[in-house]
């Protein structure tokens, strides 16, 4: 029988004979969150369901796998794909160490395409290990909720069957969305991007975030033409506007053409390839055109309206601060509740969720000082707040510290691309609000200075850090001068 649930302090109070359920959680949805909540509540002594969709790299509604969106069509193969791309300035500038290279080095786009499925499909059966060693029982087929406390899958044959749970987490995730474009069924999403028969020649990427600059840095380092669209003075919004600019530059000088504060008005197949107009009347041609422009919740199909359970405006599943719905046997955790959109905090809340309800232990998903990366080429990460972000919520002066440096690779190499870092500090406590940093290792450094955030840690306890030399990561314990002081109240700008 499952542990009881504290909420703020308070014991559920059961019924005098508890009623008899075929499991003491279900969970639809095995990507990241759903699994490690299944697992951890599995750990906590619970009966454990979950079901998921059969496995296909390209997700549909009837189609998905074990794993998820970041393993099997999301971070992990873009990753792949991203060290792939890299290789090709790396052996660019191997020249300059020494290494003799044939003027002409050949790219096999399919050799990496299939090391990219094979890797997706290994992670696929490591997930539904994991899922049958901690005694988790898997259901693949479609899953709705038909009741507070019974689901129905739809299995692989089309037969239905209702399984009752005592609780129930929904942690579908989110799916790639398509702007109203005319033509926009010529254009693909990243879903398809990960999977593309052929490499292209010509890319256009519409897009600002994330995903966007992504693709472009992969194509543009496999040798494509890419044409990046945004509607934004810079990409990234929500980014820190300086590393933003940063990262403009940085996919300028790789050779991607940018083109800001620009959108597209329709797509025309011709013989040609894809014909792309844009609000400024231009006109380019494309083999592939990627639209980047946003994820929705996957709630469309799980009934959960029609038992009660709210949605925000978007689709999204609206959630305390337990993860716990307005039906109280009913929760939700990761993109599908649109909250941070990223696949640690998904696990995050997983674990939260398990600890609540099967654990005893109530607790909190904490949203502060979570690092990111954007795996762009070089990469930017952050933690914290942004310059912006600082300014807005500071009552007190904010300094601001930074260094751009040629990274001693680039010496001898001679590519000319800066590293960019930077904190961001509390004038009065000198405590560090945020940091930032585009260069090569980005992630790799900020997850360090992530836990040195989470900390509480003051400009003055990184200054007595000693570094590590010769290393980039050094330039956060050096920074000794104050770059600009922000006074109280001053008004930011927002590109």
Same mark, same amino acid.
């Given at each position: 029988?499952?542990?009881?649930?504290?909420?703020?302090?308070?014991?559920?109070?059961?019924?005098?004979?508890?009623?008899?359920?075929?499991?003491?959680?279900?969970?639809?949805?095995?990507?990241?969150?759903?699994?490690?909540?299944?697992?951890?509540?599995?750990?906590?002594?619970?009966?454990?369901?979950?079901?998921?969709?059969?496995?296909?790299?390209?997700?549909?509604?009837?189609?998905?796998?074990?794993?998820?969106?970041?393993?099997?069509?999301?971070?992990?193969?873009?990753?792949?794909?991203?060290?792939?791309?890299?290789?090709?300035?790396?052996?660019?500038?191997?020249?300059?160490?020494?290494?003799?290279?044939?003027?002409?080095?050949?790219?096999?786009?399919?050799?990496?395409?299939?090391?990219?499925?094979?890797?997706?499909?290994?992670?696929?059966?490591?997930?539904?290990?994991?899922?049958?060693?901690?005694?988790?029982?898997?259901?693949?087929?479609?899953?709705?909720?038909?009741?507070?406390?019974?689901?129905?899958?739809?299995?692989?044959?089309?037969?239905?069957?209702?399984?009752?749970?005592?609780?129930?987490?929904?942690?579908?995730?989110?799916?790639?969305?398509?702007?109203?474009?005319?033509?926009?069924?010529?254009?693909?999403?990243?879903?398809?991007?990960?999977?593309?028969?052929?490499?292209?020649?010509? /890319?256009?990427?519409?897009?600002?975030?994330?995903?966007?600059?992504?693709?472009?840095?992969?194509?543009?380092?496999?040798?494509?033409?890419?044409?990046?669209?945004?509607?934004?003075?810079?990409?990234?919004?929500?980014?820190?506007?300086?590393?933003?600019?940063? @990262?403009?530059?940085?996919?300028?000088?790789?050779?991607?053409?940018?083109?800001?504060?620009?959108?597209?008005?329709?797509?025309?197949?011709?013989?040609?390839?894809?014909?792309?107009?844009?609000?400024?009347?231009?006109?380019?041609? /494309?083999?592939?055109?990627?639209?980047?422009?946003?994820?929705?919740?996957?709630?469309?199909?799980?009934?959960?309206?029609?038992?009660?359970?709210?949605?925000?405006?978007?689709? /999204? @599943?609206?959630?305390?601060?337990?993860?716990?719905?307005?039906?109280?046997?009913?929760?939700?955790?990761?993109?599908?509740?649109?909250?941070?959109?990223?696949?640690?905090?998904?696990?995050?809340?997983?674990?939260?969720?398990?600890?609540?309800?099967?654990?005893?232990?109530?607790?909190?998903?904490?949203?502060?000082?979570?690092?990111?990366?954007?795996?762009?080429?070089?990469?930017?990460?952050?933690?914290?707040?942004?310059?912006?972000?600082?300014?807005?919520?500071?009552?007190?002066?904010?300094?601001?510290?930074?260094?751009?440096?040629?990274?001693?690779?680039?010496?001898?190499?001679?590519?000319?691309?800066?590293?960019?870092?930077?904190? @961001?500090?509390?004038?009065?406590?000198?405590?560090?609000?945020?940091?930032?940093?585009?260069?090569?290792?980005?992630?790799?450094?900020?997850?360090?200075?992530?836990?040195?955030?989470?900390?509480?840690?003051?400009?003055?306890?990184?200054?007595?850090? @000693?570094?590590?030399?010769?290393?980039? /990561?050094?330039?956060?314990?050096?920074?000794?001068?104050?770059?600009?002081?922000?006074?109280?109240?001053?008004?930011?700008?927002?590109?």
């Amino acid at each position: 029988m499952a542990r009881k649930m504290l909420i703020d302090g308070e014991l559920d109070k059961p019924s005098e004979e508890d009623t008899h359920f075929d499991f003491d959680l279900f969970v639809i949805g095995a990507g990241s969150g759903g699994v490690r909540a299944s697992r951890f509540s599995a750990q906590y002594g619970a009966k454990v369901g979950i079901c998921e969709l059969p496995f296909h790299p390209i997700s549909t509604e009837v189609v998905g796998g074990v794993g998820g969106t970041c393993v099997l069509r999301g971070c992990v193969p873009k990753k792949i794909l991203v060290y792939g791309a890299s290789f090709g300035s790396e052996l660019e500038d191997a020249r300059s160490y020494g290494w003799e290279l044939n003027e002409r080095i050949d790219f096999n786009w399919k050799k990496l395409l299939h090391k990219k499925t094979e890797e997706i499909v290994r992670l696929n059966g490591i997930y539904k290990r994991l899922l049958a060693n901690a005694g988790v029982k898997l259901f693949e087929g479609q899953g709705k909720v038909v009741g507070p406390n019974e689901v129905e899958l739809i299995q692989l044959d089309g037969t239905k069957i209702s399984y009752s749970a005592k609780h129930i987490l929904i942690a579908t995730g989110s799916r790639a969305q398509r702007p109203a474009i005319q033509g926009q069924e010529l254009a693909i999403t990243s879903d398809e991007a990960l999977s593309l028969e052929e490499l292209p020649k010509r /890319a256009i990427v519409l897009g600002g975030g994330y995903i966007a600059v992504e693709f472009a840095s992969i194509w543009r380092g496999m040798g494509a033409t890419v044409d990046l669209f945004f509607r934004k003075e810079l990409p990234l919004r929500g980014f820190d506007d300086e590393v933003r600019a940063v @990262v403009a530059r940085n996919l300028e000088g790789r050779g991607v053409n940018v083109h800001p504060r620009t959108t597209l008005t329709e797509l025309v197949k011709t013989e040609d390839g894809i014909k792309v107009r844009t609000d400024h009347g231009e006109e380019l041609l /494309a083999d592939v055109v990627l639209f980047a422009t946003g994820r929705a919740p996957n709630t469309k199909r799980l009934n959960l309206e029609a038992v009660g359970v709210e949605l925000d405006k978007n689709g /999204a @599943v609206k959630v305390d601060d337990y993860s716990r719905t307005n039906i109280p046997t009913i929760w939700a955790i990761g993109d599908v509740t649109d909250r941070m959109n990223l696949t640690p905090v998904a696990l995050m809340e997983g674990t939260c969720f398990a600890k609540t309800v099967f654990g005893g232990q109530p607790s909190k998903p904490d949203y502060s000082s979570v690092p990111c990366a954007v795996f762009c080429i070089p990469p930017l990460s952050v933690v914290g707040l942004s310059e912006e972000k600082a300014i807005e919520q500071a009552n007190g002066d904010v300094l601001v510290f930074t260094s751009t440096f040629n990274p001693m690779k680039n010496t001898i190499s001679g590519r000319q691309e800066k590293t960019v870092m930077k904190l @961001v500090v509390d004038g009065e406590t000198d405590k560090v609000l945020g940091a930032s940093m585009c260069g090569p290792d980005a992630a790799e450094i900020m997850q360090g200075i992530a836990v040195a955030l989470k900390c509480g840690a003051t400009k003055a306890q990184f200054d007595s850090t @000693v570094g590590i030399h010769p290393s980039a /990561a050094e330039e956060f314990v050096t920074m000794r001068s104050v770059t600009r002081r922000i006074a109280a109240g001053k008004p930011k700008t927002n590109l």
